[in-house]
């Protein structure tokens, strides 16, 4: 199996069950279809059958999506799962993959299956988003049939993989559970991604505390401000670069069924914009994350007509998209040169905003878990296969987040940052430059469960 580690590794350590990790945009698809191409390769000659089972999407799109990448591989995908578990044993010899979305439903069937019959063949299990319900939630249903599925791999000398961005969840499983995983892989970041850098530096300036705003008539001053803040922002982008395009995300969480009010408050205020921009921009000036933002720096008439000229080429029936279960609209990156995305837990995963200038994040719980908020951090990335351009142009310091005193804390708690630094600075690196890392930090080996020795 392809690695990031050195090749001798394999020769001493099992690999029967293998923790994948990768920042966002690492490659983490690319590595399941190369392990599944290797798969392909080492039994392509033999009579003997095996079954691939990816687990790859929490949602339609994603699943969709995960089709399409191993569709193009040349990879045929066996339609109808539960048709396949309802005759397994005259596949016996055949070689079948499986994609399957990750949801309750899909593994009662497959766990009830599970109970009656007898395994024939190699099973390789692929469990992509490892840290969403693989380890907790869902009354246990999807760990509890990850694990049956894990024991099969091992009794039919297959190998089980968990894939995922943030790993927190699954760390502080196998404290408790050492023996779940015989190791773990780091994949090599893509250096034209910028996301977790983001964190890293944690700028004050790159954040906005905003009040408690679960109420309605806060919710809708957040969104003015951040709204006013996005077309500052933006026009400071096309200073540098006339042709650059800007997104505007707006997530909140806890609260899906109030999209579309957020997008009729959206379209008023920028009808109002349009229409009454000394008015609105009189209020703007007054709220407190306006201040935080500019801290009385004069802001001068020609960025205030900048400002006024994008609103009115905004259009409210193209630039404004809800990305949830619920609807059919479709966000596609880089259509529009401006863009309002309004969405919940369907952003967090498996998107990344290129062209992000402002974000505004509500209701994210009371206590936000530090995983759930990094899988917001591929909003943050800006990548580009061009190294030149991405060298030229620093799109960090015209990207604003507003959020609730609860998210603020999170993103720049001393605790937070050591945590989230010191575990992606191993990412891409060696077994050896590993154990090297850690030495001396007996705390951080601890926490990590990095590595364990057979």
């Known amino acids: 199996m392809s690695n990031n580690f050195d090749s001798t590794i394999y020769e001493y350590i099992p690999t029967n069950s293998i923790l994948v990790i990768g920042q966002v945009q690492s490659g983490k698809t690319n590595y399941i279809l190369r392990e599944i191409e290797n798969i392909y390769e080492t039994y392509e000659n033999t009579c003997e059958g095996f079954t691939i089972i990816v687990f790859g999407g929490t949602t339609t799109d994603l699943l969709k999506q995960t089709k399409e990448r191993f569709e193009k591989k040349g990879m045929n995908i066996f339609s109808d799962y539960e048709m396949y578990f309802q005759n397994y044993s005259i596949y016996k010899k055949n070689k079948v993959l499986l994609v399957i979305m990750k949801e309750g439903s899909n593994f009662e069937k497959i766990n009830n299956k599970l109970k009656y019959f007898n395994w024939n063949r190699r099973l390789f299990i692929f469990d992509d988003e490892a840290d969403y319900f693989s380890i907790s939630g869902n009354d246990g249903l999807i760990h509890e049939t ?32 050492p023996e779940y995983y015989d190791k773990i892989i780091f994949l090599e970041p893509n250096k034209y991604y910028c996301g977790y850098e983001f964190f890293y530096n944690l700028k004050s300036d790159i954040y906005l505390c905003l009040e408690d705003n679960k109420q309605s008539k806060k919710i809708n001053k957040s969104i003015l401000v951040s709204f006013f803040i996005f077309l500052y922002d933006t026009y400071l982008i096309e200073k540098e670069f006339p042709n650059e395009k800007s997104e505007f995300l707006i997530n909140i969480d806890s609260l899906t069924e109030k999209h579309d009010e957020i997008r009729e408050e959206l379209i008023k205020i920028i009808f109002l914009s349009q229409n009454s921009w000394p008015k609105v921009l009189e209020q703007v000036i007054k709220e407190n994350a306006w201040k935080q933002k500019f801290k009385n720096k004069e802001i001068f008439v020609e960025t205030w007509k900048g400002m006024k000229r994008i609103v009115n080429t905004l259009d409210i029936q193209q630039n404004i ?42 209701n994210s719980g009371e206590k936000p878990q530090i995983d759930s908020l990094l899988q917001r951090a591929r909003w943050f990335g800006y990548r580009r296969e061009n190294k030149e351009y991405v060298e030229s142009f620093d799109r960090y310091k015209y990207i604003t987040v507003l959020c609730s005193e609860n998210i603020y804390k999170v993103f720049t708690e001393e605790e937070s940052k050591e945590f989230i630094v010191g575990f992606y600075n191993l990412q891409g690196k060696t077994q050896n430059e590993i154990i090297k890392y850690v030495e001396g930090k007996p705390e951080l080996l601890n926490k990590l469960c990095l590595w364990k020795e057979k």
């Open 321 to 362: 998209v809800i990305s949830n279960g619920r609807t059919k609209e479709n966000y596609i990156s880089g259509s529009k040169k401006y863009i309002c995305i309004i969405g919940g837990t369907k952003l967090s995963r498996g998107f990344t905003y290129k062209y992000l200038t402002t974000e505004l994040i509500m």
């Open 146 to 177: 990850l694990t049956n599925l894990k024991d099969i791999t091992k009794k039919s000398d297959g190998c089980f993989y968990s894939i995922t961005a943030t790993p927190f969840k699954n760390i502080e499983f196998i404290r408790k559970n």
